[in-house]
């Protein structure tokens, strides 16, 4: 939903790739199911880091954030889980939610066409809970990527005008990476269990005001009274998904970034007057002639 041929500046874009992805999805063979349990895990995994300056808030960031690109910024806390929900009947999986922030750049050829991490990630949920289904949701990760470095110059110490994203990784790199995610879903502890019935899926539209677009359709996906989640056109920023971890009580609420006709970068309201990539720099790549902001009031 990122690349598409009125975003050339955003990457290559393949006509025949996207066709073929989209026969695929429409060939696939349908099959009824009727889950009566939903199972969450929780694994980590060390791969993501926030990529902006803007932590902490100095006015030396202010300035790096606006002029100096992007920063592998390890002080600024993410969220570096991987939730595996498993939905099963008389406890036998059927198919399978997988939920992680990163974004999906770690593949060494950066002319293949791929599902990049989320391929590993898959194989080790078909390896551990023998599921060939296994929905994968990307959260916010507009402003995460993995965190693959070097110094600018090696005659400078590591510092942040002497650290940097490395791209493409090597292929020695994406081997780390896949193996990460592979031994975080093995690695998996279960968080919840909960029953629920084919009643418990509901699905909701919510209209919601984005300055810079306008009032867009958000999907919602509500499984019983326990988990939320909201799919977004957008890139959106990792601190939504924190101020999502810290309310409390049910549902649960997830956020899923770049979901159908993606239109940009949703950044957060502190990091508005900042600037960056992610504000500002970004609306050129996306076509945009206005800053995207949530309207303040709104909420997933």
């Given at each position: 939903p990122?690349l598409?041929?009125a975003k050339?500046?955003?990457g290559?874009?393949s006509?025949?790739?996207?066709?073929?992805f989209?026969?695929g999805?429409e060939?696939?063979?349908h099959?009824?199911?009727?889950?009566?349990?939903?199972t969450?895990?929780?694994?980590d995994?060390?791969?993501?880091?926030?990529r902006?300056f803007?932590?902490p808030?100095n006015?030396?960031?202010?300035?790096l954030t606006?002029y100096?690109g992007?920063?592998?910024?390890?002080?600024?806390?993410?969220d570096?889980s991987?939730?595996?929900?498993?939905?099963?009947r008389?406890n036998?999986?059927?198919f399978?939610?997988?939920?992680?922030?990163c974004h999906?750049?770690t593949?060494?050829?950066?002319?293949?066409?791929?599902?990049?991490?989320?391929?590993?990630?898959?194989?080790?949920?078909l390896?551990?809970?023998?599921?060939?289904t296994?929905?994968f949701f990307?959260?916010?990760a507009?402003?995460?990527?993995?965190?693959?470095a070097?110094?600018?110059?090696n005659?400078?110490?590591?510092?942040r005008?002497?650290w940097r994203?490395?791209?493409?990784?090597?292929?020695?790199?994406?081997?780390?990476?896949?193996d990460?995610?592979r031994?975080?879903?093995?690695g998996a502890?279960?968080?919840d269990s909960f029953?629920?019935?084919?009643?418990?899926?509901?699905?909701?539209?919510?209209k919601v005001?984005?300055e810079?677009?306008g009032l867009?359709n958000?999907?919602?996906?509500?499984?019983g009274d326990?988990?939320?989640?909201?799919f977004?056109?957008?890139?959106?920023?990792h601190r939504?998904h924190?101020e999502?971890l810290?309310a409390?009580?049910?549902?649960?609420?997830f956020?899923v970034?770049?979901?159908?006709?993606?239109q940009?970068y949703?950044?957060h309201?502190?990091?508005?007057?900042?600037g960056?990539?992610?504000?500002d720099?970004?609306?050129?790549?996306?076509?945009?002639?206005?800053?995207v902001e949530?309207k303040v009031?709104?909420s997933?």
């Amino acid at each position: 939903p990122m690349l598409d041929a009125a975003k050339p500046d955003l990457g290559l874009f393949s006509e025949d790739s996207a066709q073929s992805f989209m026969v695929g999805i429409e060939n696939a063979p349908h099959r009824f199911v009727s889950p009566d349990t939903c199972t969450i895990f929780s694994g980590d995994v060390g791969i993501p880091v926030y990529r902006r300056f803007d932590f902490p808030g100095n006015r030396l960031n202010r300035l790096l954030t606006r002029y100096a690109g992007f920063y592998p910024n390890e002080e600024h806390p993410v969220d570096r889980s991987i939730k595996i929900f498993i939905f099963s009947r008389d406890n036998v999986p059927e198919f399978a939610f997988a939920y992680h922030a990163c974004h999906p750049v770690t593949r060494a050829d950066a002319q293949e066409v791929s599902a990049d991490y989320v391929h590993a990630l898959r194989e080790a949920v078909l390896e551990r809970f023998g599921l060939t289904t296994c929905l994968f949701f990307l959260g916010c990760a507009g402003d995460i990527r993995p965190n693959l470095a070097r110094r600018r110059s090696n005659w400078w110490p590591k510092n942040r005008l002497n650290w940097r994203f490395k791209y493409p990784p090597t292929s020695q790199d994406e081997a780390y990476i896949d193996d990460q995610y592979r031994n975080a879903v093995r690695g998996a502890n279960q968080v919840d269990s909960f029953p629920i019935t084919p009643a418990a899926f509901q699905l909701a539209t919510k209209k919601v005001k984005i300055e810079g677009v306008g009032l867009i359709n958000v999907p919602q996906l509500r499984v019983g009274d326990r988990l939320l989640f909201s799919f977004l056109p957008f890139e959106v920023s990792h601190r939504y998904h924190l101020e999502t971890l810290e309310a409390p009580g049910f549902p649960r609420k997830f956020i899923v970034s770049c979901s159908g006709d993606t239109q940009g970068y949703l950044p957060h309201p502190s990091q508005i007057p900042f600037g960056g990539y992610e504000v500002d720099g970004s609306r050129a790549c996306m076509g945009l002639g206005e800053r995207v902001e949530l309207k303040v009031g709104n909420s997933w």
